[in-house]
């Protein structure tokens, strides 16, 4: 079945550690996002790849990079993770879909991060 | 600033009854808006969208309902299913202008027995 993958699904790394996470589709979508979810709270838009075009949220602090080195595979890099940064991390993809146009996204399950 | 609100963090109904789940944006230049399911320990999957030149778009069970001129959409599922329990998020996308989605805080909906 087409899907995203991501991997691994739960990761635990020390502070100021550099951590990857990683994820993979078979959908051969074009455009790959990276969101950060916290208990609670809606998922927060990182960055996204429009193809191998970076768009990075204002907000999205330094210590957050991205990759993409082809059309299947998108990684998150850490390069410092604090406490703050424990959370649920959410890639997805998007397809343009009907008519009138719009984005459908597909995720992956998340990868649990936790700081210790 | 959130352009995208789910005031009711929760909501529980009997099953087989109707849940409606409500949604508020505030940035007019919104024109998609989604919902999506999550279950725990997986990412959300798409339910239904609805472009902004409808008012209504039905699938099934489930249909959302958007309120341009009050920038309000819901999510009506009808009957409701005990696999319905899962919160649901509600999304915003400005089509023309970029590829991002916007989403609410989600609302964690009970489907009691």
């Known amino acids: 079945d087409a899907m995203v993958i991501q991997n691994p699904r739960y990761q635990v790394t020390q502070f100021g550690k550099p951590v990857t996470l990683s994820c993979s589709q078979t959908l051969n979508h074009n455009v790959m996002y990276w969101y950060q979810q916290k208990s609670s709270q809606a998922p927060k838009l990182l960055f996204h790849?429009?193809?191998?075009?970076?768009?990075n949220e204002a907000d999205t602090p330094d210590n957050f990079q991205s990759r993409r080195p082809n059309t299947s595979f998108c990684f998150l890099d850490i390069r410092s993770p604090g406490l703050g940064d424990a959370a649920m991390y959410l890639c997805?993809?998007?397809?343009?879909?009907?008519?009138?146009?719009?984005?459908?996204?597909?995720f992956g399950p998340g990868t649990r991060l936790t700081v210790t | 600033d959130q352009q995208v609100k789910q005031n009711s963090p929760s909501l529980s109904v009997q099953e087989g009854r109707i849940s409606i789940l409500n949604c508020d944006y505030t940035?007019?230049?919104?024109?998609?808006f989604l919902w999506y399911k999550k279950y725990p320990a997986e990412g959300p999957t798409f339910l239904i969208s609805?472009?902004?030149?409808?008012d209504k778009n039905e699938d099934g069970r489930f249909t959302v309902f958007l309120n341009k001129s009050a920038k309000h959409l819901s999510l009506h599922i009808v009957p409701s299913q005990p696999g319905d329990s899962a919160v649901y998020f509600c999304a915003a996308s400005a089509m023309n202008r970029d590829d991002k989605i916007i989403f609410g805080k989600g609302t964690r909906l009970h489907i009691l027995p």
């Open positions: 940035n007019s230049m919104f024109d998609y």
């Open positions: 790849y429009y193809d191998k075009d970076f768009n």
């Open positions: 609805i472009s902004s030149i409808k």
């Open positions: 997805a993809t998007s397809r343009l879909v009907g008519i009138a146009g719009g984005y459908e996204q597909y």
